[in-house]
C-alpha cells in the first residue's frame, strides 16, 4: 500500500516537492491532498492526480487520513503547523528554517522529541553527493583539524513570493535565516561543533520592496566562532551576479590543507600544506545537478531518503536535533546587525 502525502503550500518550492515525490517516489507514494491558494498550480498537481484531494484549511487536511504531511508554506506557519501535525500522529517533511526566533526553534524542538514520527528539515544539501563527499574527506582527516569555514554567496535578489512575505523579517526571519540557513546546517555539519557566539554587520542597499523598518538585508558580513575553536567567516550580497551566473563558494581550512568547493562543475578543491603543489587536487563527484526551485543539490535525494525513513522507521539526517543550530546561527546573525553588538548563542 502507499504512503498517502499531503502538501500545505503550493507556490513554487512546494509544486517541486509534489513533483519530485511523484516522479521519484510514484511506487510508494500517492499525491493524497493538497491545501493552497495558488490555482495554476492546483491545475498542475491534478494533472498529475486527478483524484487528488483539495482542501480550503490546513486544519482540515492535517485532521484527514493522511500517512505524512509536506510543509512549504511561508516561514512564520512552519513550528505552529509543525506542532499540529505531529499531534495528528503524521510524518513531517518541514521546509526549512526551523523557526523565526529563538522561541520557535525550542518549541519545535521539543515537539519534535515528544514524538515517535518521522521529522525531516529540508535542507536537501546534506543529501548531495557533492557536499557529502567534503563531510567525508574532512572525517578522513585529509585536511587535517579544521580551523576555518568559509562561504560566500554573490547573487541577485529573492525571487518573488506570495504578497513578499519573504521580503518581510517579520514574517520570513530576515535574509539569513531564510536563505543562509542552508549554509550554516553544512558548515557546521562539517566541522561537527556548534556555534557559540557572531557578530554580523549588514544593511538594505539595493533591494527594497516595501517602505518601512522590517525589510530584509540585502548584504552582510558575519564572523562566527564555534565551541570547539574554529571560526567561520560568511560574506552575502544579494545584488550582485544576476541567475545563471550568480556565484556560492564555500570551503574549510585545517591544519594541514584546504577544501574548496567549484559548484558550477560538481568539483572539490583540495590543497595540502608543505607539498609545493602548484595546482589542486581535483575530486570530480558523481552528483545530480541542481533539481527543483532553487535548483539545489540534493534536491532529488532528499525526497527519496525522506520516503525511505518512513518505510525503514529510522531519524533522518537533517532531524530537528541536527539542524537547529544552523537556523540558531541564522538568528543570531540577525540579532547582531541589529544590536551592533557580539551575540551569544
Known amino acids: ?178 536563505k543562509n540557513c542552508h549554509h550554516f546546517d553544512l558548515m557546521n555539519w562539517w566541522v561537527d561543533s556548534k556555534p557559540k557566539r557572531v557578530a554580523a554587520f549588514g544593511g538594505l542597499a539595493m533591494n527594497r520592496i516595501f517602505e518601512g523598518p522590517h525589510h530584509v538585508n540585502d548584504h552582510v558580513t558575519m564572523t562566527f566562532e564555534y565551541e570547539n575553536g574554529v571560526r567561520g567567516t560568511h560574506q552575502l550580497s544579494m545584488f550582485a551576479l544576476d541567475f545563471p551566473n550568480e556565484e556560492l563558494e564555500m570551503g574549510i581550512v585545517g591544519d594541514s590543507g584546504v577544501l574548496q568547493t567549484r559548484i558550477s562543475q560538481i568539483e572539490i578543491l583540495q590543497w595540502k600544506r608543505g607539498t609545493g603543489q602548484k595546482e589542486p587536487i581535483v575530486h570530480k563527484v558523481a552528483a545530480n545537478f541542481g533539481e527543483g526551485w532553487g535548483n539545489h543539490l540534493g534536491f532529488d535525494e532528499i525526497h527519496i531518503e525522506f520516503v525511505k525513513c518512513i518505510m525503514e522507521r529510522r531519524q533522518p539526517l537533517t532531524s530537528v536535533r541536527n539542524c537547529i543550530h544552523g537556523t540558531l546561527l541564522a538568528i543570531a546573525g540577525e540579532e547582531s546587525i541589529k544590536s551592533g553588538k557580539i551575540v551569544e548563542l
Not at 505524512?68 to 518541514?94: C, D, M, W, Y
Not at 529563538?102 to 515528544?114: G, I, V
Request: glycine fraction near 8%.
Open 1 to 178: 500500500m502507499k504512503l498517502r502525502f499531503g502538501f500545505l503550500g503550493l507556490g513554487a518550492m512546494g509544486f517541486s516537492h509534489v513533483n519530485s515525490f511523484a516522479k521519484l517516489c510514484g511506487d510508494n507514494v500517492e499525491i493524497a491532498a493538497i491545501c493552497s491558494a495558488n490555482e495554476e498550480n492546483i491545475k498542475k498537481v491534478r494533472e498529475l492526480d486527478p483524484e487528488v484531494r483539495v482542501f480550503k484549511s490546513e486544519s482540515e487536511l492535517i485532521a484527514s487520513p493522511l500517512d505524512a504531511i509536506v510543509v512549504s508554506t511561508p516561514n512564520f506557519t512552519h513550528v505552529q503547523l509543525a506542532q499540529e501535525i505531529l499531534r495528528e500522529g503524521k510524518h513531517l517533511f518541514l521546509e526549512k528554517p526551523c523557526g523565526i526566533s529563538r522561541l520557535e526553534c525550542r518549541k519545535l524542538l521539543e515537539a519534535s522529541d515528544k514524538s515517535d514520527r518521522i521529522l525531516m528539515i529540508g535542507h536537501e544539501l546534506r543529501y548531495s553527493p557533492f557536499f557529502q563527499k567534503i563531510k567525508e574527506l574532512v572525517d578522513a582527516g585529509e585536511i587535517g583539524a579544521p580551523r576555518m569555514v568559509w562561504c560566500k554567496e554573490f547573487r541577485g535578489p529573492f525571487q518573488k513570493k506570495s504578497q513578499d512575505w519573504i521580503q518581510d523579517e517579520r514574517r520570513s526571519g530576515g535574509t539569513l535565516v531564510d
